[in-house]
Nanobody, 117 residues
Framework: QVQLLESGGGSGQAGDSRRLSCAAS????????TNWYREPPGKERELVAG???????YYADSVKGRFTISRDAAKTTMYLQMNSLKPEDTAMYLC???????????WGQGIQVTVSS
């Protein structure tokens, strides 16, 4: 089964930049959207940014103007460029390649990003 592997996480200071990557171990079929989620400590998972196959790129209000999502044409690698990081961006970040149903979804294991003030 194809796996997703995130990289680029770590710890830093407010104002830093960091780039997360999400690489698929092989081709994934029937992708409807590729998304980045995050789970802040003690809070529920939230959608941070997403690229649908048809439609406008989505950003959560909290990251607009600071984060940029992108992916390669083959839809095997996705990125999240995070600039002007804030302590409230501290979370476990997860990537997901999602299909028309949950049975098609592929999730990464998650990677920690910690931002200190």
């Amino acid at each position: 089964q194809v796996q997703l592997l995130e990289s680029g996480g770590g710890s830093g200071q407010a104002g830093d930049s960091r780039r997360l990557s999400c690489a698929a171990s092989g081709p994934i079929f029937r992708i409807v959207a590729t998304n980045w989620y995050r789970e802040p400590p003690g809070k529920e998972r939230e959608l941070v940014a997403g690229i649908p196959n048809n439609g406008k790129i989505y950003y959560a209000d909290s990251v607009k103007g600071r984060f940029t999502i992108s992916r390669d044409a083959a839809k095997t690698t996705m990125y999240l460029q995070m600039n002007s990081l804030k302590p409230e961006d501290t979370a476990m970040y997860l990537c997901a390649f999602q299909g028309p149903g949950v049975e098609y979804d592929r999730w990464g294991q998650g990677i920690q990003v910690t931002v200190s003030s």
